[in-house]
């Protein structure tokens, strides 16, 4: 890797850090506004290099829609009373690594190892806290543990999504072929999702995996598609969030 490659990973380290930093790093009030403020200067930064590229060269159009939906998604929660900075924090993220793909332009292969290196690592710090701290690495008001460097166990599955996506992507760009390291993130990710027994992130875990690895995987490719997972997203959130199409199944999920 290049120089010049090699500057732009360490940008997208740090934007991924700024982003979505473990819950462990910001648990002191101080360190949590140093984060708040970093994410919104990196996110004015990111709007102006955006409209600079913009000027130079066309937008993919999935980017222009992404960006829109979280716009909409920002409007809908003050329309509803909703919580604004809980809304804010997914705009930011996803308008951020937006911004780095499109930054990135050819670099993809850059823009993915980068990702990947640094979910992995907080993936594997994670482990090692489950691991070292069985019954949690601290406890929250109202003496709740299984909390640890990511936060909650049920949260681990918010890093492990993305992480196992990145995996694939870089043995997609190798000629399919899933390195040494990639499998050990996938034993990690497991064993995460395991020796917390969170049933959601075992469930959504084996979903992911059998999605991207099964035999079957080549008809999954011609479906799963930028457009056809945003339109599925927004089907997703219209029948969950607003319709609470949920309640229909309460005899099947309440207890």
């Keep these: 890797m290049n120089k010049k490659l090699q500057i732009l990973s360490v940008v997208y380290i740090l934007v991924f850090l700024i982003n979505i930093p473990p819950a462990f790093i910001i648990l002191n009030d101080n360190i949590s506004l140093v984060f708040e403020i970093l994410q919104v200067l990196v996110f004015v930064m990111l709007v102006f290099i955006f409209m600079a590229y913009s000027k130079k060269k066309s937008i993919p159009l999935i980017i222009i829609l992404i960006t829109l939906f979280f716009f909409i998604y920002i ?8 919580d604004i900075s809980a809304s804010i924090k997914p705009l930011i993220n996803t308008f951020s690594l ?21 979910l992995e690592l907080i993936i594997f710090i994670n482990l090692a806290t489950i691991i070292l701290f069985p019954n949690g690495l601290y406890v929250v008001p109202d003496n709740i543990n299984n909390h640890y ?31 040494l390291n990639n499998i050990i993130l996938i034993i990690a990710s497991i064993l995460t999702v395991v020796f917390t027994w969170s ?26 598609t930028c457009i056809n997972m945003l339109i599925m997203y927004i089907v997703f ?7 609470r199409l949920q309640y229909y199944f309460s005899w099947l999920i309440v207890d």
Excluded at 170 to 179: A, H, R
Excluded at 202 to 217: A, D, E, Q, S, W
Excluded at 237 to 243: A, E, K, P, Q, S
């Design 98 to 118: 937006c911004s780095l793909y499109v930054i990135s332009d050819k670099n993809s292969n850059c823009f993915i190892k980068s990702g990947l290196l640094y």
């Design 75 to 82: 409007i809908s929660t003050i329309i509803h009373h909703g």
């Design 149 to 179: 460097f990511l936060g909650h166990r049920n949260n681990s599955i918010e890093y492990i999504i993305p992480a196992i996506c990145f995996v694939c992507l870089n043995d997609y760009i190798n000629d399919k072929k899933m390195s």
């Design 237 to 243: 959130f219209i029948t969950i969030v607003i319709y």
């Design 199 to 224: 049933a959601n992130a075992i469930l959504v875990l084996l979903m992911l995996l059998i999605l991207l690895y099964m035999p079957f995987k080549h008809l999954i490719h011609k479906f799963v």
